[in-house]
Antibody
Framework: QLQLQESGSGLVKPSQTLSLTCAVSGGSMSGAHAWSWFRQRPGKGLEWIGQIYYSGSTYYNPSLKSRVTMSVDRSKNQFSLNLRSVTAADTAVFYC??????????????WGQGTLVSVSS | QSVLTQPPSVSGAPGQRVTISCSGSSSNIGAPYDVHWYQQVPGTAPKVLIY???NRPSGVPDRFSGSKSGTAASLAITGLQAEDEADYYCQSYDRSLNSVIFGGGTQLTVL
């Protein structure tokens, strides 16, 4: 069964770049699915950050687009997130998930377990 | 402030039925885009409960059902169980924002 696992630095200094990786196991990233990143600030709701396809095509949440870059490593079957110029407001649990293509608009399954990233000096 | 509006909390006794609403607009649910529902037990990742507004993935009990009308959607849970205590989120797409969107989440308490 498909499983996703986030990894990366749990502590990032303000103004630096947050970097996370999502390793996909139990299946290949190739195919029609997109792969997405989300964040959940402490005590708050879910926020979609953006998506990447196996081809490398990306689409980002317009509200974060200026600071986000996503990439895919086909040899390792994983994809990554970089979020630049972070502030304390970027402290959150970050999740990755596979996007399931639907008739109208996509949904997400499965999800990784999430990883907490704190922004602090 | 989330684009999709959910009640912050709902509660019910074991065995009862509860509904969670998700209110949107003509640029998302009313566009019409489908609504998907997730259950999140605190400290764990979200899990899809309902997709395409009314469909249940395999493994999700039929106590969970979804509906959509106009610019709103609802999640109904019948025969409440203690294990249903969690946060519930609706998700859709907004064509004005060009983004996937979520509701603010509803905390379900089983009394």
């Amino acid at each position: 069964q498909l499983q996703l696992q986030e990894s990366g630095s749990g502590l990032v200094k303000p103004s630096q770049t947050l970097s996370l990786t999502c390793a996909v196991s139990g299946g290949s990233m190739s195919g029609a699915h997109a792969w997405s990143w989300f964040r959940q600030r402490p005590g708050k709701g879910l926020e979609w950050i953006g998506q990447i396809y196996y081809s490398g095509s990306t689409y980002y949440n317009p509200s974060l687009k200026s600071r986000v870059t996503m990439s895919v490593d086909r040899s390792k079957n994983q994809f990554s997130l970089n979020l630049r110029s972070v502030t304390a407001a970027d402290t959150a649990v970050f999740y990755c998930a596979r996007e399931v293509a639907a008739a109208v608009n996509d949904w997400f399954d499965p999800w990784g377990q999430g990883t907490l990233v704190s922004v602090s000096s | 402030q989330s684009v999709l509006t959910q009640p912050p909390s709902v509660s019910g006794a074991p065995g009862q039925r509860v509904t969670i609403s998700c209110s949107g607009s003509s640029s998302n649910i009313g566009a019409p885009y489908d609504v998907h529902w997730y259950q999140q037990v605190p400290g764990t990742a979200p899990k899809v409960l309902i997709y395409d507004s009314t469909n249940r993935p395999s493994g999700v009990p039929d106590r969970f059902s979804g509906s959509k009308s106009g610019t709103a959607a609802s999640l109904a849970i019948t025969g409440l169980q203690a294990e249903d205590e969690a946060d519930y989120y609706c998700q859709s797409y907004d064509r004005s924002l060009n983004s996937v969107i979520f509701g603010g989440g509803t905390q379900l308490t089983v009394l």
